[in-house]
């Protein structure tokens, strides 16, 4: 019986602020995942400088791809097939990630194939979760993005609810900012909630009238906002731990709602969460119970698989590339790339 040979994807993610590079073997095993943070950089303007990451990525993306490698412990000639985000995110950023694998590929003649960054997240939740498999329903929570996904087979996505304005980690880091914690706030929030009451103050949960598992997080940063300037024209000293523990519980209880709202409609029994907020431990812990309450079984990613990550986009590289998918050479960034489109 001849046996069947190991895919290896090597992959490379440069959508936002991270440079990353690693190599996965047959979807599931992680061997190497490079992450150059360009994070203490940013911090100093309070949000991410397009032009600065891409010059970023510039610098570092051959020396991460090379250590990638190095760490799987393989060369370019037992890598199978190139993976790497093409869209959605910044394309001064994605161009970079892109250009390399490009010309990797064309170097070595291995296949090319872009990858949807969001569905690198929802991936993710394969690296650690050996049984997980379709169907099952995903919380796509991240910077940019937030989305509630049925995720009917490798590949193949149905967007059920998404934010009508900011993104949930787009609404940590604002509220973070205004409470003067910087960048990036989600990790910051998720501290400093830890010495705050949650009940202290009762910011608004919004609920969409047309549908009912979009979300809307932008008048729960206004009402954030306006709670501070009340407080400050009032002389009125502001726990800012209050407001951290308050806002997150609101954050929480829209996701934990909406979630398992759907679950229950369509029946199903498991839920992953994915992005960058998915590594809040109260978001976990709220889901956690509900999902125990409701028999659902609940996955997660470690939070190195949460935020952006190569690894993320090699699985997801690997079930495309099973699929059949390759991209040519005329791939390009794609920054308003819509899940599902090609
Ligand atoms: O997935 P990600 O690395 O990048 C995007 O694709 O957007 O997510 C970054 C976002 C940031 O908004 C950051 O504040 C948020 O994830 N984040 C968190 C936590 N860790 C990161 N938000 C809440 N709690 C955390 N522990
Ligand atoms: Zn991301």
Request: include cysteine; charged fraction near 20%; hydrophobic fraction near 40%.
């Amino acid at each position: 019986m001849s046996e069947e040979k190991d895919v290896l994807i090597l992959s490379i993610e440069s959508s936002c602020d991270e440079t990353s590079a690693a190599v996965v073997k047959n979807g599931r095993q992680v061997l190497s995942n490079v992450i150059h943070s360009q994070i203490d950089l940013h911090t100093l303007y309070g949000g991410v400088v397009p032009e600065i990451a891409s010059r970023q990525h510039i610098e570092k993306i051959n020396q991460v791809i090379r250590k990638a490698l190095l760490e799987a412990g393989v060369t370019l000639d037992d890598i199978t097939a190139i993976a790497v985000t093409y869209g959605p995110g910044l394309v001064g950023a994605l161009l970079v990630g892109v250009s390399a694998a490009k010309a990797i590929a064309f170097a070595t003649g291995k296949p090319l194939i872009g990858v949807h960054h969001i569905e690198g997240h929802i991936c993710a939740n394969y690296i650690e979760n050996k049984d997980l498999e379709p169907p099952f329903h995903c919380l796509v929570v991240s910077g940019g993005h937030t989305h509630l996904v049925y995720v009917s087979d490798y590949g193949s996505y149905e967007i059920l609810g998404r934010t009508r304005d900011d993104a949930a980690g787009e609404a940590f880091d604002k509220v973070a900012r205004a409470i003067g914690l910087g960048y990036p706030g989600g990790p910051k929030i998720d501290k400093l909630s830890d010495e705050g009451d949650p009940e202290a103050i009762v910011f608004p949960r919004a609920k969409m009238a047309d549908n009912e598992y979009d979300f809307s997080f932008s008048g729960l940063k206004s009402a954030v906002l306006n709670y501070l300037n009340s407080c400050q024209m009032a002389g009125q000293e502001i726990n800012r731990a209050d407001v951290a523990a308050s806002f997150q519980k609101a954050v929480t209880d829209v996701l934990t709602d909406h979630s398992i709202s759907a679950m229950k409609r369509m029946g199903l029994d498991k839920l992953a969460m994915a992005g960058g907020v998915a590594s809040n431990r109260h978001l976990r812990a709220s889901m956690k119970k509900a999902c125990e309450e409701n028999n659902i079984k609940l996955y997660y990613p470690s939070p190195i698989y949460c935020t952006d990550n190569a690894a993320m986009i090699g699985v997801a590289g690997y079930y495309e590339y099973i699929k059949g998918t390759r991209s040519g050479y005329d791939l390009n960034a794609m920054p308003g790339l819509k899940l599902g489109e090609r």
